[in-house]
């Protein structure tokens, strides 16, 4: 059975950081799309960042950019999220997604909800100020 696990949420204060990452079973990353999304609480999900393994190309979200760095371990077919910074507006719901799709690495990100590829549980992140 194809599983995405996350791990690395918590709690911190603003400024601080952690790092997420996700793990890929039954599947190898080859030609996959993977992304971080995040959902707060009476909001949409919405993409954070993505990564193609196939051609590395990445998208970040402009709320996140130069604080955020995604990352893949293709050998351990993980992806990294380290957050930095962190407001407490990123307080959210986190969750990887995959999908096997070329090319598109921005529209995939822009358009969880229109994703036919898998999804993980989730990890809590929570930002106090």
């Known amino acids: 059975e194809v599983q995405l696990v996350e791990s690395g949420g918590g709690s911190v204060q603003a400024g601080g950081s952690l790092r997420l990452s996700c793990a890929a079973s039954e599947f190898g990353f080859g030609d996959y799309t993977i992304g971080w999304f995040r959902q707060a609480p009476g909001k949409e999900r919405e993409g954070v960042s993505c990564i193609s393994d196939l051609d590395r190309s990445t998208y970040l979200a402009d709320f996140v950019k130069g604080r955020f760095t995604i990352s893949i371990d293709s050998a351990k077919n993980t992806v990294y999220l380290q957050m930095d910074s962190l407001k407490p507006e990123d307080t959210a719901i986190y969750y990887c997604?995959?999908?096997?799709?070329?090319?598109?690495?921005?529209?995939?990100?822009?358009?969880?909800?229109?994703?036919?590829?898998?999804w993980g549980q989730g990890t809590h992140v929570t930002v106090s100020s």
């Open positions: 997604g995959a999908e096997r799709v070329w090319a598109q690495t921005i529209y995939y990100c822009q358009n969880p909800g229109r994703s036919h590829g898998y």
